[in-house]
């Protein structure tokens, strides 16, 4: 087990500027909190944010890690496709997954596609407030 150290998962990062308690007590009492680029992304171009959402955002962001997707490593590389292949993952959800497993950490996340991962594999999942998965 990888204790209180956490990648976040997209919807995960909506659920916590949501209000969403669950996921706040759960950072609340993480040794370390990180994101991938890749939900960095998804976020940014999440429907409607506003120029408060945007500052919210990045204040939060000033207090995590950002990992990048590491194009030179065919170890990450490897991780990637076994999600793919193996666990029948989106690319964006199998880089975020790969991203937590090299780093040693635990994907933080209300999203059911994440439950197709098996040990050695972490996942936490909480539960998301009505509509936002």
Known sequence: MNGNRYLLDTNTVIQLFDGNREVETILNQ????????????????????????????????????????????????????????????????????????????TVLTADDHFKKLKSPWEVRFYAAAVGQQ
């Not at 000033?62 to 990450?76: A, C, G, K, L, M």
């Open 30 to 105: 993480a040794d370390f909190v990180a994101m991938s680029v890749i939900s960095e992304f998804e976020y940014l171009s999440y429907a409607g944010l506003s120029e408060d959402d945007l500052l919210e955002y990045n204040a939060f962001r000033n207090t995590i890690q950002i990992y990048n997707v590491p194009s030179d490593d065919p170890i990450f590389t490897q991780l990637v496709v076994s999600a793919r292949k193996n666990h029948g993952m989106k690319l964006p959800d199998a880089i975020i997954a790969s991203t937590a497993r090299a780093n040693n950490l």
